[in-house]
């Protein structure tokens, strides 16, 4: 029996988890659900079913696990716990401090309707917060270094665009390859946030304006470019659009740990490298449905991170099958 799945949102990651979804034979995408006018989207799977995000409303819909593809800042905080309180969900919240609170309000919501919640899911948080809390646990006497990029970062390209005079604008997040490389080698070093990382960013200006005030605006903005080594490269719209439409992104985690008395030393490193950073999230979350699934069907309720699944419960194939194959 096919897993049936509905995705809210239809932005970078709700494409990516429908062209994750349709790649799984055990699965089924019903529906794509909408706060806009059901007729403004055109989904890229024929013949996708659009409807209003209203329709959830009455938890009546013939899905078994939706897919809240919003924003962690102000959609996923209200929309997690509301439909986890109608349905099996899975979100993307990546507000690393307020995971804690988010997942508080999850859980009792998802307990009193006896469904699933898993939050957090993707690449960090997601995998990246496995591979440490694998490190610690493997090697507890040791340090963990979590670099991002090259990549786009959305925020920080949506932060410059902001600026009076900016038309477009893509910002880069570049690991320092000097700490990377000092970190590889095992000299735990203590790094600061400007030793870590790097921002390009490329901006497509309006014509006339003071190329040096945006200059200045964005290497002094607090919270974002002020604390790091910033460069700005303005180009044209045709540019824009040929060499920086895409969405990639990566990083890795890096944990230096020692063992013995002796302080024997060893390197555990994950990295990633992303063509399009949604539609592997999306990918991650497409998993995740799966095991959301059957954690339900298993009598299991309540909120659930990636640190609460077992492996085997994110793939198709039976357990007898994953020995053979895998392990």
Not at 115 to 144: T, V
Not at 154 to 177: F, L
Request: aromatic content about 8%.
């Amino acid at each position: 029996m096919s897993i049936k799945i509905g995705i809210l949102g239809y932005g970078n990651l709700g494409r990516g988890v429908e062209a994750a979804v349709v790649k799984e034979p055990d699965m089924e995408l019903c529906a794509i659900y909408t706060r806009r006018d059901p007729g403004s989207v055109n989904p890229a799977t024929e013949g996708l079913v659009v409807k209003p995000a209203s329709d959830l409303d009455s938890a009546k819909e013939d899905i078994d696990v939706l897919m809240l593809c919003g924003g962690s800042a102000t959609d996923l905080p209200e929309m997690t716990p509301k439909y986890a309180g109608l349905y099996n969900v899975i979100d993307s919240f990546d507000t690393h401090a307020n995971i804690p609170s988010h997942f508080a309000k999850v859980d009792e919501a998802a307990k009193k309707a006896g469904k699933i919640g898993i939050i957090s899911c993707g690449w960090d948080p997601g995998m990246f917060s496995l591979n440490r809390l694998y490190a610690h646990s493997i090697l507890p006497e040791g340090k963990d270094y979590t670099f991002w990029g090259k990549g786009v970062s959305q925020g920080h390209s949506d932060a410059i665009r902001r600026i009076e005079g900016v038309k477009d604008a893509r910002q880069y997040t570049i690991p320092v390859a000097e700490s990377v490389e000092r970190v590889r080698s095992g000299e735990d070093p203590e790094l600061s946030t400007r030793e870590k990382h790097l921002r390009d960013c490329y901006v497509v200006a309006e014509e006339g304006v003071d190329r040096d005030r945006i200059v200045k605006e964005i290497k002094t903005m607090p919270n974002y470019f002020a604390d790091y080594n910033t460069t700005v490269h303005f180009i044209s719209e045709e540019e824009m659009k040929a060499e920086h439409s895409g969405l990639p992104h990566g990083g890795s985690v890096i944990y230096a740990g020692t063992t013995g008395k002796d302080g024997k030393r060893h390197i555990i490193e994950y990295s990633l490298k992303l063509d399009s950073n949604p539609e592997f999230t999306g990918s991650v979350l497409t998993a995740y449905a799966r095991a959301a699934y059957r954690m339900n069907k298993d009598g299991q309720s309540g909120a659930k991170t990636v640190f609460d699944i077992a492996p085997a419960l994110l793939s198709r194939f039976s357990g007898e099958e994953l020995l053979k194959m895998y392990l």
